[in-house]
């Protein structure tokens, strides 16, 4: 394992997260009795396996399900002071709610303290204002972090960049949790603001976010070889040293091996990646044409900015990604979630829109004309089984 400064928290961070999505039995908040010896012994190999690669920071949320009582039960054999405990809940409105929830956090995982405390799911900015007001939510996780409960605060986000920058520059938070990697590098913006206020910086889901690299199309297989398609993913994060550590939602023990497997080529990551990231690129440029790929989002607005709130930049990705590296598959997966996770997966499918006014919103994007068409295309291709986020706190 490598391992690299968290930011100003100055903890030693593993480059490599054990996110704790995958580790539970439930996406329901099981009480013990229903728990069976079965899936709480997987989840202690996992777990297990996890220290024995050196991955001793263990990330979980209140919004995963039954993950927080379950790994309670593990940790409570491991020393304290060999792991870095993380773990999430989102603000509330209400202050007091909010501690409520935050207590069953630390009764479930049976812990004095978090390493690391995140505000879940800050995806815009009316949550932002829940957190920072006063008399707010962090006003409590000060509190908290005051009594030695809490060391170091910081947030997760599915937000666009924008929001995530106005939430990084409030000089509040001392991490971020975001979505960054090869097939989406939109938020490198606020990468770099977290870079300026000295803060950790965590990767979100780089292998299912990031593409369903876990079941990549044939094409993906073979551009990335002498790699697999995740271990090119994780070197092409851990290239950057603004990058501190990458979530793997493991959910068996094994699960962690094509990353680990990736980091024997952790010293000499430019030489190994770039002609993987040439072929790829030239491939992508092959079938959309070099106009295309990859400044495509250049002149789009966001979501809340466009006719209907289409997520023109999230299905102009799915699309051009289905074009150049035949990832039909994953476009099918993350269209279906569109509209349907609250600001989780902000915006609207590409349904039901009016040309004229498409073309007038990407106005100064040198394929204006071509958009509603590309759109169209988009939910022909996509469109099927409506589907829901696993988590929606």
Partial sequence: MHYRRFGRTELKMPVITAGGMRYQQSWNDLPADEITAQEQERISKTIHRALELGINHIETARGYGSSERQLGVVLKDIPRDSYILQSK??????????????EETFDRLGCDYLDLFGFHGLNTDELTDWTIRKGGCMEVTRRWQKDGRIRYIGFSTHGTCDTIIRAIETGEFDYVNLHWYFINQT???????????????????????????YNPPPKLVDLCAPLTPMGFNSLFC?????????????????QYDPQIEAL??????????????DRINAAMVDALGADWWPNYTKHLPTFDKAPGEINLIYILRLWSLAKGLDMDDYGKYRYGMIGNGGHWMAGQKAGNFDDAEIIKAVNGHQFADRIPSILREAHEMFKGKERERLSST
Avoid at 198 to 206: H, L, R
Avoid at 240 to 250: D, I, Q, W
Wanted: aromatic share 6%.
């Fill in 187 to 213: 938020n490198w913006q606020a990468i770099e603001a977290a870079t300026k206020q000295d803060m950790g910086v965590f990767i979100i889901s780089p292998n299912d976010k990031g593409g369903q690299l």
């Fill in 264 to 277: 024997a080529y952790y010293d000499n990551i430019d030489a190994v990646i770039s002609p993987i990231e």
């Fill in 89 to 102: 809940v989102a603000p509330k409105e209400d202050p007091k709610e909010f501690e409520q929830v935050l």
């Fill in 238 to 254: 851990l290239r950057r040293p603004e990058v501190h550590t990458l979530s793997v939602g493991a959910a068996q023990p094994d």
